[in-house]
């Protein structure tokens, strides 16, 4: 039996092991690279979609678990880079190595989409399960807070 | 096949021209004659297309240190190109590569845009003297009447103007000038400013390809399954199992690491592997643990060999009328880049392809024209963007893996190592225990110095650097230049190593050995201040005198910012410490406090720096604040152990790093220099760890001699 899943507006159906990770479905099968692996443990976020706008860790979530639901990934969080916290992270610099940011910028968005004008105590709860190496944590908090204030005027 | 990663012609023609041509800045132009009408290609670095669009070849990984961005603006800069026309091209180690440009792909020891800032500078200059020639032959004045604008030659008297595209043809007949003049620093428009990263815009989006997102058709996805010991090997395994898994194409028994399981999409590799029924001969070291390796981290595991031994140190340390000693013990360290190894290789017939996150691609090509038995000529390896290297990949065990793999299944293959595999197999940061003395004359001057150091040797393990000459005499300079070189002044002084040796595999992890040597240096003279009654802070000045300027310089810029000596609020205790990394200098205050759970938490860090120029302050001050980040996770929470022969920490709930919100902010404070560029990578790493125990000690008035900070070491000083 086939799954159907919507990717960034696109149906697409699969046939395969009706178990297997999303993560694995984005990139192996969909060829959409940009949502990376990190751990496969929900460890460290860098494989977070939202499904159904609520930021998920794809490498945890089976495919039959988000069948019929509405999946965003990094690729159609804008067509263009133009979503607000895409350029609050270019206004202030924010990647370096880059491998971690597709689910820095996922969670953020998911963040402020639910919480416009987030406390830094709120931006800490959301922001802890995503871990940099290069250390742009201090960088990712001015985004956020420069992409809140954007919304706010 | 529409492969996501193409190989650039033009990046494979330039650097093979190079070859072919000589000269490496200075070679004549590439693809001959009827070519040269198409681009402007001076030399191995740039060309310059009808359109005035301007091609600058990137031979350094991008790994997050801004190489993408930094070198490119080198060469433009001298060019005097239009910024916004220029794109960079990643260059492929291809079938020729000239000896002399071998040196710029390897990308390490924070050497980038020190070792290219002359070459990549002349390279624009010879190209920018090419086309002022060609137009001033085309107006027919006199080139000392020509100048440049970004992008376009012009001609001061008339106010003519040539831009660079329209010149391509007539700079392509002009010979290329040996000693091409470079800028005088008052005419630099590009060099100083905060040029935004090229490399950006594809990191927000999710476009930028890193190693594990190469695609090619019919790629299979492979994970190994290895012996969790040391030298274990397998004695017998079944793949019955694995087999039966949807999607599982091969299994494949490797010589040296384990079992491999090759499939269609990585999910069902690793269900394969999970399927393996395998029996591990573990071999020699099936009891390693902590216990044994302290004992082969033993003082007396060996004969010391002195690397300095200014005046007779031992001695004048048995008579001094003071005497302190303390020794300090560093564990062993996991890189945990966030982008686990991976490699993508294509063998085919008559050449093999490889693409990865690799730190040194012409290694690489050496070592897979072994493995394949093709012809160097017919390898070609693409350097994808780093997903954090911080030394690890520059060991290619992973790569050659996935030679290894694809040469077995005649397929494409990607090859990834799953966190556990990355953790578990990682070259670690050697573990390192240091014995520090100093003696104090009547008069209460600094009379003697000893540091011994005793650590794996990085070198030791590899052919190549078991030959050199320290290492056969039982040093490791590696791990001596630092303590050799501190800024503190004494008639006697003494810097020994004792090469331990363990059955952990250990590599270069961001900053080599001076993230613990540092460590070890900067909490003894702390020890040292405070034993005397003296001000931390001032007693480094008292030491340096005149001897070390530029230590003092960012020692005083770094108090001076953090407003040390000034109170701060109940409970919180500063710490200060200065490293001097190749030609970078270094000093950082860090300010914390630590709560009743024994948990410090660090609220400042102001982090003065001398780099020497800096090419692009907004790339220096990212670097300098990450290199903070990355060096205090290992100050508080980095450690790895070992029990029954096995890592103990396998993903990042054991082997933890900073996390968002024990995140200080950090404060970067440049100095203004002429000095050339010296490289930002990894100086500001090794400093961390002694600012903060520094504080810490001063918080609870008990020095922590051993890293890393934890809630429960802290509890068991106080």
Known sequence: MSLLVTVNGVAHSFDGDPNIRLLWVLRDVLTLTGTKYGCGMGLCGACTVHVNGQPVRSCQVDLNAVAGKRITTIEGLSIDRSHPIQQAWIAEDVPQCGYCQSGQIMTAAALLAATPNPTGAQIDQAMDGNLCRCGTYPRIRRAIKRAAQGARK | MNPCVRVSRRSFLAIAGAGAAGPLVLGTRIGGAGESTKEFNPNAWLSIARSGETTIWLTKAEMGQGVYTALPMLVAEELEADWSRVRVVQAVVGPVVEPRLVEFFGTGGSSSVKSSWEPLRRAGAAAREMLIRAAAERWNVPVSECGTEPGSVIHRTSGRRAPYGTLVEAASRISVPEHPKLKDRSEWRLIGKRVARLDTPGKVDGSATFGSDVRVSGLLFAVVARCPVYGGTVASFDAKRAMAVP??????????????????????????????????????????????????????????????????????????????????????????????????????????????????????????????????????????????????KAEHDFAREAVLLAKETKSPVQLFWPREDDIMHDHFRPASRHFLSAGFDPQGHLAAWSHRIVAPSLRAQWDWGRKAEDIQRGLDKWA???????????????????????????????????????????????????????????????????????????????????????????????????????????????????????????????????????????????????????????????????????????????????????????????????????????????????????????????????????????KQAS
């Open chain 2, 247 to 392: 999607g599982v194409r091969h299994v494949i028994a490797l010589r040296d690491t384990g079992i491999a399981v090759a499939a269609d999409t990585t999910w069902a590799a690793l269900e394969g592997r999970e399927a393996l029924d395998i029996r591990w001969n573990e071999g020699p070291h099936a009891d390693l643990d902590d216990v044994r390796i302290a004992k082969l981290l033993n003082y007396f595991a060996g004969p010391a060999v002195a690397d300095r031994n200014d005046g007779d140190a031992l001695r004048v340390l048995e008579t001094c009328s003071r005497r302190l000693a303390a020794t300090y013990v560093v564990p062993f360290a996991a890189h945990c880049a966030i982008e686990p190894l991976n490699c993508t290789a294509w063998v085919h017939s008559d050449k093999c392809e490889i693409w990865g996150p690799l730190q040194y691609a012409d290694v690489l090509q050496k070592d897979a024209a072994e493995i394949t038995g093709l012809p160097l000529s017919a390898i070609l390896v693409h350097t994808t963007f780093v997903g954090g290297g911080f030394g690890r």
């Open chain 2, 480 to 714: 001596t230049a630092g303590p050799g070189d501190v800024a503190y002044q004494a008639a006697n002084f003494r810097v020994d190593y004792v090469m331990a040796q363990t059955p952990v595999p250990v590599g270069a992890w961001r900053s080599v050995y001076a993230s613990q040597t540092t460590f070890a240096d900067e909490c003894f003279v702390d020890e040292l201040a405070v034993a005397l009654g003296k001000d931390p802070y001032t007693f480094r000045l008292d030491l340096i005198g005149s001897a070390a300027p530029l230590q003092r310089a960012v020692l005083e810029r770094a108090a001076r910012e953090a407003g040390w000596g000034k109170p701060l609020p109940p409970g919180r205790a500063r710490g200060i410490a200065v490293c001097k990394y190749g030609e970078t200098y270094v000093a950082q205050v860090a300010e914390v406090s630590v709560d009743r759970n024994a948990q410090v938490r660090v609220h400042r860090v102001v982090c003065a720096a001398d780099c020497g120029i800096v090419v692009n302050p907004a790339i220096v001050e990212s670097q300098l604040e990450g290199s903070v980040l990355y060096g205090l996770s290992a100050a508080l929470k980095g450690e790895i152990t070992f029990a029954h022969g096995r890592c103990q920490q396998n993903n990042f709930h054991n082997a933890q790093i900073l996390r968002f919100s024990e995140a200080p902010e950090v404060e970067v404070h440049l100095l203004g220099s002429d000095r050339a560029p010296s490289g930002v990578g990894e100086p500001a790493v090794p400093v961390i760890a002694p600012a903060v125990a520094n504080a810490v000690s001063a918080a609870m008035g008990r020095r922590i001699r051993q890293l890393p900070l934890t809630p429960g070491r802290l």
